[in-house]
């Protein structure tokens, strides 16, 4: 018989709330003959407060027994910025290998965008999830004087760019449109954008039917705004993918509807699935947060199992309430829950 | 009596055409008692494949000589990417200093934005420009083999992140509304972060009557198409700056109106003035080009030569030729121009 034993890391703000609907709506997706088995675990900022820990070696060790792991979100205004991003978040997806970043943009029906003309977005960004200028690599002399030089370093790797970009390769080709767009700014960042280029065109070769093209990151923020259609999959590195999926969350819905997946796609590691929002502390407590990111973060991490069909149930649910919204008066976190959770369980 | 010693780059593409206007605008809009003098220099494609030559020694040293450059457009497909980038535009702003660039976004009435609701935008990105990651610095190992590593390193000083800060400072001290947001990537960018934000902070104790706000830059992307409006002055590092910028062009009214400013503060060195817009070969040469953006360009570098009221009549011309388009056929390049030059000597 099938199961999964999952890592759940409520963490901080409104991640309580929403993991609690994710989980929800995961149970009543599930077969009858899958075993779902979940552990809880304490992140973010009080256990910080109470510890000082972020995530110890032990830790890392327990979550490494699980098959996927399920984030709410972590982030608090009493920790000072930096110390849970990168002592949690960043840490983990590079002890994971959490090589591909995924995240895709879908302005689903009913859903409001800031951009005039209900644009048809459909597209995935691939970001590279274990360098670039995310490494910590820099440094800095001669702090707090007049005389101050701070340095941080992009790390790019022909084994890291390979596989990401193969990675993407791959998701194209089996989207209907085959279209790959690598995002970068290769007229500047001569050394990692030469780096980049040349392994996207070689990797190009073997994947005859996908149409490729590329663009400078600063352009790509003009089309995203202005023909959002035209992409597809976006493959790119770290902080290009950090910028533009945030942009491609506010363009297709926001970052309420915006899931993510940190995946290590040989499987030596298990993947993390978060939304991609915050821990909204003004809102947390309060039943005002939208689960469904949260949501759509678990059928990304179904899909991922190999619970297609599953994961596509809740996808599918995920749109029917979201087109149903419209003119109805707002709901509670649990009450978007509920009602998805009926909804992939008929 | 006084005289302005202009440097003309029309460049490539549609520069020649661009420029063209934006001197008729410049040459209609002084008083009789400035002497406009001008001198056409040849630089970007066509000058690269004569000679080889990007920007040599003795060009910088004759550009010197001048009070401003006007700079229509560098680039073309023929050249491989970043030659002339890197080559010349970049080689300029390194050489002359240009730590401030100045890009203002205001979405002004009758212009198209992809965004609903027509927001009130107007604010203006102060982005460094002579640090960051655009410095060259980095480098690759085992070019071309499964072990390549290629590294782009971010370079912060004290000095040029103070110099931009305060510029910001004083800029948005000036507006009606007296704000300033730092934007960055202080949580992951943790030394240039920290830098940044700990000048930023202590500059602020000077300047107590702007109200400031610190935003990393994927956040800043999502405000800037949902709340636009919020921005007054913002001041971030070369990279974050360049990718915003294109993102704040294209919301309001897209890069055919979109002006930016090269400017070494001290006037040690000329400043120079350019549309954001590229050289669009694709339209080339027929007259299809919109010359605003180094109209408004002219005006930047007017006021940067302390010809406000002249600087103001442009930007007056602009706002009504713009206004009046609406349910109007296009105009050519020189039509747009001619009516500008027309209304400001009026
Ligand atoms: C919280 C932060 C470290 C993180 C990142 O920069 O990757 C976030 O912005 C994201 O996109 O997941
Ligand atoms: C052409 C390129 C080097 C340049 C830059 O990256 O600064 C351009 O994008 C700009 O914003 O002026």
Not at 186 to 200: D, M, P, S
Not at 257 to 276: D, H, K, L, R, T
């Given at each position: 018989s099938r199961s999964i034993n999952l890592a759940v890391i409520p963490g901080d703000g409104i991640g309580q709330e929403v993991v609690a609907e994710g989980l929800k709506v995961l149970s009543a997706v599930l077969p009858q003959d899958v075993k779902l088995e979940t552990k809880e675990y304490d992140f973010g900022a009080r256990r910080y407060h109470a510890t000082g820990e972020t995530l110890t070696d032990a830790d890392a060790e327990a979550l490494k027994k699980h098959d996927?792991?399920?984030?709410?979100?972590?982030?608090?205004?009493?920790?000072?910025?930096?110390?849970?991003?990168?002592?949690?978040?960043?840490?983990?997806?590079?002890?994971?290998?959490?090589?591909?970043?995924?995240?895709?943009?879908?302005?689903?029906?009913?859903?409001?965008?800031?951009?005039?003309?209900?644009?048809?977005?459909?597209?995935?960004?691939?970001?590279?999830?274990?360098?670039?200028?995310?490494?910590?690599?820099?440094?800095?002399?001669?702090k707090g004087t007049p005389h101050e030089v701070a340095t941080e370093v992009s790390v790019n790797t022909a084994f890291g760019v390979e596989r990401v970009v193969r990675d993407a390769f791959a998701r194209a080709q089996a989207r209907p449109r085959k279209k790959l767009a690598l995002i970068h700014k290769?007229?500047?960042?001569?050394?990692?954008?030469?780096?980049?280029?040349?392994?996207?065109?070689?990797?190009?070769?073997?994947?005859?039917?996908?149409?490729?093209?590329?663009?400078?990151?600063?352009?790509?923020?003009?089309?995203?705004?202005?023909?959002?259609?035209?992409?597809?999959?976006?493959?790119?590195?770290?902080?290009?993918?950090?910028?533009?999926?945030?942009?491609?969350?506010?363009?297709?819905?926001?970052?309420?509807?915006?899931?993510?997946?940190?995946?290590?796609?040989?499987?030596?590691?298990?993947?993390?699935?978060?939304?991609?929002?915050?821990?909204?502390?003004?809102?947390?407590?309060?039943?005002?947060?939208?689960?469904?990111?949260?949501?759509?973060?678990?059928?990304?991490?179904?899909?991922?199992?190999?619970?297609?069909?599953?994961?596509?149930?809740?996808?599918?649910a995920v749109s029917v309430d979201l087109a149903e919204r419209t003119g109805k008066p707002a709901r509670s976190t649990s009450e978007i829950g509920d009602a998805l959770a009926v909804r992939v369980a008929g």
């Open positions: 996927a792991i399920l984030l709410g979100a972590i982030g608090d205004p009493s920790v000072p910025s930096g110390v849970l991003e990168r002592g949690f978040l960043l840490k983990l997806r590079f002890l994971f290998d959490h090589h591909v970043n995924l995240r895709p943009s879908k302005l689903l029906p009913g859903v409001e965008t800031p951009l005039k003309g209900q644009p048809a977005i459909d597209f995935v960004v691939v970001r590279e999830g274990t360098e670039g200028p995310y490494t910590g690599n820099g440094g800095t002399i001669r290769n007229n500047v960042l001569a050394f990692a954008g030469h780096l980049w280029t040349n392994i996207f065109n070689k990797v190009a070769e073997e994947f005859p039917d996908v149409t490729t093209e590329y663009m400078h990151v600063d352009a790509a923020t003009i089309y995203l705004v202005t023909q959002p259609e035209r992409f597809d999959v976006i493959v790119t590195d770290n902080l290009f993918g950090d910028i533009i999926t945030d942009l491609a969350a506010a363009v297709s819905g926001g970052i309420g509807v915006a899931a993510s997946g940190n995946i290590n796609p040989s499987g030596e590691f298990p993947s993390m699935f978060e939304p991609v929002h915050g821990s909204a502390p003004d809102i947390a407590g309060q039943g005002k947060a939208d689960p469904t990111a949260t949501v759509l973060s678990v059928a990304l991490l179904l899909r991922h199992l190999g619970y297609d069909a599953e994961a596509a149930r809740i996808d599918e």
